[in-house]
């Protein structure tokens, strides 16, 4: 949306127009600030699944958060690890398992008795379950590993129709900023996201590097600074910060000016918040 705008400013400068003094509540100093339920509501249910998804819309968080991976088999699987140790009772990588050895794998018990035999989605599931009732964000979780999966993931979108323009209800996001590029080639309505955690990675430089594909920067929380919100805002894109899991951190965040907290506990960020940047 910031994108649009500015390049929108510039369009009616260089025609010689009047720019109104309000175009929106974002330019008038205020901006809404989304919660975003970092794998779903995660500090609730077990990363990654239906049941942390479910309490997500159950929350009215603004957008679910999610990472997808490659099955051995080419399935496009829901889960945050390179390896299926940590959040079932199973062992290996995810790209040496097939989508029906993943899905016989128990993703709840780690996390709590009551959500044993929690499954592994797919993200066909989740789209289907979840569209029109909640924003997805889409992570493409070690791109490197699974050559060819921006298009499977475009793919998904485009036979839900999902691939136009919807009110922003889609982003793609991923710490491999060439895996973003070749997703914003193949679909580049779909908004994009650059994730990072390296200072370096949010230099002047860098930011007008992103500028030119991307419509959001989404950087680890303590990297965020007031001056580096003004930054990415300058530049027409948005700013999400990552991972809050102290209510205590939400406050300062919001009066940072960011546009959107992702955060295991999607409760923790105020309804209809909004920043004062």
């Known amino acids: 949306m910031l994108k649009k705008m500015a390049l929108l400013l510039i369009a009616m400068l260089t025609a010689g127009l009047t720019i109104p003094t309000v175009i929106s509540s974002a330019s008038a100093g205020t901006r809404e600030v989304l919660a975003v339920a970092h794998r779903g509501a995660s500090g609730y249910a077990p990363e990654n699944t239906i049941a942390a998804f479910d309490k997500a819309v159950e929350m009215k968080a603004d957008f679910i958060e999610l990472d997808v991976q490659l099955s051995k088999d080419g399935e496009l699987a829901i889960i945050h690890d390179t390896t299926v140790d940590r959040t079932t009772d199973g062992t290996g990588a995810v790209k040496d398992l097939t989508f029906e050895q993943l899905r016989s794998l128990d993703a709840g018990t780690w996390f709590s008795p009551a959500y044993a035999g929690e499954r592994i989605p797919t993200l066909g599931e989740v789209l289907d379950r979840y569209r029109g009732k909640i924003g997805i964000l889409i992570e493409i979780k070690a791109p490197w590993l699974y050559p060819g999966i921006e298009r499977k993931v475009a793919d998904e979108l485009v036979k839900r129709q999902m691939d136009v323009p919807n009110n922003g ?109």
């Open 169 to 277: 209800k889609i982003m793609i996001q991923s710490f491999d900023h060439g895996s973003v590029q070749r997703f914003h080639a193949i679909l580049p309505d779909i908004p994009v996201g650059v994730l990072t955690y390296l200072p370096e990675q949010l230099t002047e430089a860098k930011l007008r590097e992103y500028a030119a594909y991307a419509d959001y920067v989404n950087p680890s929380l303590n990297l965020v600074t007031e001056q580096l919100v003004d930054q990415v805002h300058s530049l027409g894109m948005e700013i999400h910060a990552w991972t809050v899991r102290n209510a205590a951190l939400v406050e300062p965040l919001i009066e940072s000016g960011v546009d959107g907290i992702i955060t295991d506990y999607p409760d923790y960020v105020p309804r209809n918040a909004k920043s004062g940047k």
